[in-house]
């Protein structure tokens, strides 16, 4: 029995044999030392696999195959001043391995071989943040993209161009959402984007000149992936050519196609009165007379 001061000092590992070996000292006007093993079987320690691809959660740095880095599922890439770097995630049986942002912690790691950017102190070996790790092993979490997970909101839900332009701006359109901090909004004519670079360019957004469904995402800086979509519908009419005596442009300019003006040269006189024009005389069945025959002349 321990009557003044008491400290206890317990030291467990995982021997060879099979035990957990434990030393008690007591510190009671002197000093007693106690020591005792008790079996309870080093196989309840072994490294644990959640994804079983193969790789110990303790090497794996994805652990439950979820597409996710440990690093930023367990909330390490949130800790102020730490730096993150690509790191080689491999998952999947076979396994397939791709190179992924946020997976390691830049160093210096110094001694203890703990980055010291995420220490209280450097050496301390004590991680200043609060980890979340039961996402890094839960499969059914994986929302690892800084992307958010909200679509922007597109105030127009169609694009038509404006004769006599032929193509439409998709930047010009209002977004009415809030983009997440360190994302970028971008176009795509696939939702979701096949990858990091199956966007349109500024300059291809500004000028579609191809009717269809465009999907507006923002997409992640740090890691290239997107938030769900806000689409836009384009249609792109055709605009009558000025000048042009085909039937469906406009050769008077005046913005109404030849086929459907009365004056298609606009000099006051129409087409009717202007495009009639004799054939020599023609039978028809017993009866004798003249055949008249109108069309569209921009030259009347």
């Known amino acids: 029995m321990c009557f003044i001061r008491c400290t206890w000092y317990v030291y467990i590992y995982c021997t060879t044999i099979d035990v957990i070996t434990y030393d008690i000292t007591e510190n009671d006007f002197g000093t007693n030392s106690y020591n005792t093993q008790i079996d309870l079987g080093c196989s309840q320690l072994v490294d644990i696999d959640t994804d079983e691809d193969g790789i110990p959660n303790r090497l794996d740095l994805d652990s439950d195959g979820d597409g996710c880095t440990d690093a930023y599922e367990s909330g390490v890439t949130a800790v102020a001043g730490v730096t993150m770097q690509n790191g080689d995630v491999v998952n999947g049986t076979p396994n397939t391995t791709t190179s992924t942002p946020n997976a390691i912690v830049a160093g210096p790691y110094d001694a203890n071989g703990f980055a010291n950017s995420v220490e209280t102190s450097t050496e301390s070996g004590v991680y200043k943040g609060n980890y979340t790790y039961d996402n890094a092993i839960d499969a059914a979490i994986a929302n690892c993209c800084d992307a958010g997970t909200t679509a922007p ?31 970028t909004m971008v176009w795509s004519t696939h939702n979701p984007p096949t990858g990091p670079n199956d966007t349109l360019t500024t300059a291809q957004a500004s000028a579609i000149s191809t009717s269809g469904k465009y999907y507006a995402l923002y997409r992640s800086m740090s890691n290239g992936c997107y938030s769900p979509a806000d689409s836009v519908m384009v249609t792109i009419n055709y605009c009558p050519v000025c000048g042009s005596t085909n039937s469906t442009d406009d050769f008077d300019c005046d913005g109404v196609a030849n086929n459907i003006d009365l004056d298609d040269d606009n000099d006051g006189v129409l087409d009717n009165v202007e495009c009639i024009q004799a054939y ?13 025959y109108y069309h569209n002349n921009p030259f009347g």
């Open 280 to 292: 020599p005389t023609i039978s028809v069945g017993t009866t004798a007379g003249s055949l008249q």
């Open 153 to 183: 909101m597109i105030a127009d839900t169609s694009a038509t161009n404006v004769c006599p332009g032929t193509i439409v701006n998709l930047t010009t359109l209002t977004n009415t959402g809030t983009a997440p901090s360190g994302v």
